[in-house]
């Protein structure tokens, strides 16, 4: 059964940071876009990050650009979210997600959420003083 897992989730003082991962179970994240998803208290799901399978190529959003960096680690199977200088307005359920496979490795606009096929079942970031 593909499974994607997050964790590194947790609360954290404005200006600080966290790494969230990502991992497949049953299947290679290699293979597959993966995006990273939020969603903030009485908001809407917004994408914020995704990275493609074929070379690397990584997107944000402009609420994040500068501040978060998505990478993968072939070996570990995982992808991760670096996150720093965090804000308030980041607290939110962090979900990934994998995208079309047959989309060429390409990531869909961050906007598409509905071309990710798996989700995982979320981490909650809290930002707070």
């Known amino acids: 059964q593909v499974q994607l897992v997050e964790s590194g989730g947790g609360l954290v003082q404005p200006g600080g940071s966290l790494r969230l991962a990502c991992v497949g179970s049953?299947?290679?994240?290699?293979?597959?876009?993966i995006g990273w998803v939020r969603q903030g208290p009485g908001k809407e799901r917004e994408g914020i990050s995704c990275?493609?399978?074929?070379?690397?190529?990584?997107y944000y959003s402009g609420s994040v650009k500068g501040r978060f960096t998505i990478s993968r680690d072939k070996a570990k199977n995982t992808v991760y979210l670096e996150m720093n200088d965090l804000k308030p307005e980041d607290t939110a359920v962090y979900y990934c997600?994998?995208?079309?496979?047959?989309?060429?490795?390409?990531?869909?606009?961050?906007?598409?959420?509905?071309?990710?096929?798996?989700w995982g079942q979320g981490t909650q970031v809290t930002v707070s003083s």
């Open positions: 049953d299947f290679t994240l290699d293979h597959w876009p």
């Open positions: 990275i493609d399978s074929t070379d690397g190529t990584t």
């Open positions: 997600a994998a995208g079309n496979p047959d989309g060429l490795g390409i990531c869909p606009p961050l906007a598409w959420l509905h071309e990710y096929k798996h």
